[in-house]
């Protein structure tokens, strides 16, 4: 297992336009997380699965915004109708429920541009 | 969740020993400290995690006070490839804990 990845790692879309980034996890971990992280700021946290069941989305930053786990496996995370706004780094994030602390293994993200 | 603080910037050159310091005033009992480092464009990687006292690994120590209401975080001899932005995350590590992350601080280091 190499780590969590991401795909794309970098998308540019025109604005209004649909986005759909996927994350595959570390194999055995049963928690994802994605997090947007705009320049100069800290990863911020958008949502999070165990297995295929989401139990947080409210940070979840507009309606435009939904994420997905159908098989517990790999996420998707789309934007609808993009906007400029929406230009940031997307980070998706792993870990065993059941180990605490450190046990947290990001990907290196998709980059967006909206233009 | 524990509100944290740390600069937002700090300079070092190569070969040097560097501390961060994270003011966590309203750390909870069960709280602990986590510290995570961040590359351009890469995503944050953990460095290391403590409770009390010392905790050392292969990159770094983390020293904490007794009251636990502030951390250093210190890197030993740093060289260049130790530039990056590190993040303290204070919070319970139990079941429900989702890292939060503030500003974090941006290490420049100089040849």
């Known amino acids: 297992d190499t780590g969590v990845s991401q795909d794309p790692r970098h998308k540019i879309t025109k604005r209004g336009q649909n986005v759909t980034f996927r994350c595959d996890p570390i194999?055995?971990?049963?928690?994802l997380y994605w997090y947007r992280q705009t320049l100069g700021q800290g990863p911020e946290f958008l949502t999070y699965?165990?297995?295929?069941?989401?139990?947080?989305k409210s940070r979840l930053l507009s309606d435009r915004f939904s994420a997905e786990r159908p098989k517990g496996s790999f996420s998707t995370l789309e934007i609808q109708r993009t906007e400029q706004g929406d230009s940031a780094m997307y980070l998706c994030?792993?870990?065993?429920?059941?180990?605490?602390?450190?046990?947290?293994?990001f990907g290196s993200g998709t980059r967006l541009t909206v233009v | 969740l524990a509100k944290t603080t740390q600069p937002i910037s700090m300079d070092s050159y190569e070969g040097q020993e560097v501390n961060i310091t994270c003011s966590h005033n309203?750390?909870?009992?069960?709280?602990?400290i986590t510290w995570y480092q961040q590359f351009p464009s890469q995503g944050p990687r953990f460095i290391i995690q403590?409770?009390?006292t010392k905790v050392t690994n292969e990159v770094a120590s983390l020293f904490i006070p007794a009251d636990r209401k502030s951390s250093t975080l210190s890197l030993p001899r740093v060289s260049l490839s130790d530039t990056a932005v590190y993040y303290c995350?204070?919070?319970?590590?139990?079941?429900?804990?989702?890292?939060?992350f503030g500003r974090g601080t941006s290490l420049i280091v100089h040849p």
């Open positions: 994030a792993s870990s065993l429920a059941e180990v605490r602390g450190d046990g947290y293994t």
């Open positions: 194999s055995e971990h049963n928690r």
């Open positions: 699965f165990q297995n295929e069941a989401q139990l947080e």
């Open positions: 309203n750390i909870a009992t069960n709280d602990y």
């Open positions: 403590g409770y009390k």
């Open positions: 995350l204070v919070g319970d590590r139990g079941g429900s804990y989702i890292p939060t």
